[in-house]
């Protein structure tokens, strides 16, 4: 039976100890394409905040018009940027039912289109179409309605 000592071989291919170059880049080109997609479906932090600027406030106004219809009062929003202690107010809502009056995000800009001075929440059921325009940073979301739908986000835009 044959035996193999030190530095002799029997035809036994001979055992490799780590990767070839062509592996290891493979290995390198899987982790890039990985991390470029990751990077692309992470949303920005300055339209994640936007988004939740736009759907609070949309919240917020179907809030303040659902309570004006039941209530029967005429609700308006206003902005009130110069102000230090709110950025908006809701006119017309008893104080039992104070909404809140600043954006979560202080770099928060605000126009409502149109030109008006306010939003008209109510008490009539068919309130016409309104709109507001947020800004933060190069990102722009309108929120708005047709007068029946619910307010809600309508076209979000980046500026260059």
Known sequence: MPTSAAGSSLGFARTSRGF???ELMVVVALVAIAAGVVSVALPDGSEARL?????????????????ARASGLAVRWVLTPE???????????????????????DAVVAQIGDGRGALVLGPEALIGAQRVLLR??????EVGTDGLQPFGPLATQVQP
């Not at 230090?84 to 954006?103: K, M, N, V, Y």
């Not at 933060?136 to 979301?141: A, F, H, T, Y």
């Open 136 to 141: 933060l940073d190069r990102r722009s979301v």
């Open 83 to 105: 102000s230090s202690d709110h950025q908006f107010r809701f006119i017309g809502l008893p104080q039992a039912r104070a909404l809140p009056t600043r954006w979560l995000d």
């Open 20 to 22: 070839t170059l062509i």
């Open 51 to 67: 988004e939740r600027e736009a759907a609070r406030l949309s919240a917020l106004l179907e809030t303040a018009r659902a309570e």
